[in-house]
């Protein structure tokens, strides 16, 4: 059997071509994917044909933001039924090495995760009308929400689990530097973790606006000459008790240094070059500097807060397009002046 998908062959050549589908295993569902988010990393294989040194050396299915109904289930299956709607979790860690023992699954060292040229041969992805996948990495997301708000289960976990990388916020203040989908859903989480200040800045309006609707209690544009360093947030050595980074524009964590409270935590989830920091004010002021890298037990919890739209998501999807417009779609995908998520639609 075979089954349509968005494949990349090389920068600028996405096709929408039939591949190999099975059928499902013991413990595996077949599932009719209904529409699948398009994000920066599927964005960089289609403009340059990777990022860094991760280059696609081979024909490789985009996409790891999908969700779907239930097909049909294969031996063992008892948790789903067909016609159940399902978030699908991309990230596939080995369960056996140091790290997933350790519960730490998203530093997995032989991990598949969706649509990534990281790996020779590469791991192939989502963005495909028909997908066979083990039961474990469903999660139900009930009859009320659309399955493009499901989709968005996978940005919304990598969120979570930024705002879990900066310890306990509630009550307190926080900016989110950066208002795409990642900072737009960072600013929900933010909220829903009991922040009382959310402060979100971004150079593009639109942007701003996503974040408003997301939950951010003021928006800052950072293409204005002032930008952070105004005296509110300057004075008594930084209004911010936590900075979550979400450009990956290095000078921008710089500039967030200054704002932040002594004591204070600055997580970084934006991923760019190389930056300098002036190491003087991360000591003098005893600030935490931390990563933050995808998510693993935060796709389940992401799963209900959608599900119950106890954070609403559909203010960052901008733009939804059938699969024989893939191309469409991406370019649309591509003007950050004007769209958030841009989404496939594959039934
Ligand atoms: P995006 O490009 O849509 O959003 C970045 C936003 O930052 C844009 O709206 C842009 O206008 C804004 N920006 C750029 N320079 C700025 C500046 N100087 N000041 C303020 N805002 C500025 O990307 P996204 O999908 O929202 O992802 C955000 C970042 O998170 C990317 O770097 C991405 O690679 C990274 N990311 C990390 C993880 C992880 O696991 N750590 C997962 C997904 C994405
Ligand atoms: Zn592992």
Known sequence: METR???????KDLRVEAVPLGAPGEGEVLVRVGAGGICGSDLHYYQHGGFGTVRVRQPMVLGHEVAGTI???????????????????????????????????????????WGSAMRFPHSQGAFRERIVIKANRCEPIGEVVSLGEAACCEPLSVALHAVRQAGSIAG????????????????AAARQAGAVDVVSTDLQANALEKAAAMGATATIS??????????????DKGWFDVAI????????????????????????????????L??????????S???????HEE???????????????????????PLGEAVRAFEMASDRSRHSKVQILFE
């Not at 997933?100 to 530093?107: F, I, N, R, V, Y």
């Not at 950072?222 to 004075?235: P, T």
């Not at 000078?251 to 070059?273: C, D, F, H, K």
């Not at 500097?289 to 998510?295: H, M, P, Q, S």
Request: hydrophobic residues 45%; glycine residues 14%.
């Open 222 to 235: 950072a293409a204005d000459g002032e930008g952070l360093a105004r005296a509110e947030f300057l004075a």
């Open 172 to 187: 307190k203040r926080v900016l989110v530097t950066g208002a795409g989908p990642i900072g737009a859903l960072v600013v």
């Open 245 to 276: 980074e979400c450009t990956g524009a290095g000078p921008v964590l710089e500039s967030i240094l200054p704002v932040v409270r002594p004591r204070g935590t600055i997580v970084q989830v934006g991923m760019g070059g190389n930056t300098q």
């Open 299 to 321: 796709f389940a919890t992401a799963a209900r807060l959608i599900k119950e739209r106890r954070i609403d998501v559909t203010p960052i999807i901008t733009g939804s397009l």
């Open 289 to 295: 500097l931390r990563g933050a890298f995808r998510f």
């Open 71 to 113: 097909e049909a289930v294969g031996a063992g299956v008892t948790a789903l039924r067909p016609g159940d709607r399902v978030a699908l979790n991309p990230s596939s860690p080995c369960g056996h090495c140091r790290f997933c023992l350790a519960g730490e699954q998203q530093h997995c060292t032989d991990m598949w995760f």
């Open 5 to 11: 998908a968005c494949v990349i062959h090389a920068e």
């Open 278 to 287: 002036p190491l003087g004010t991360l000591v003098g002021k005893e600030l």
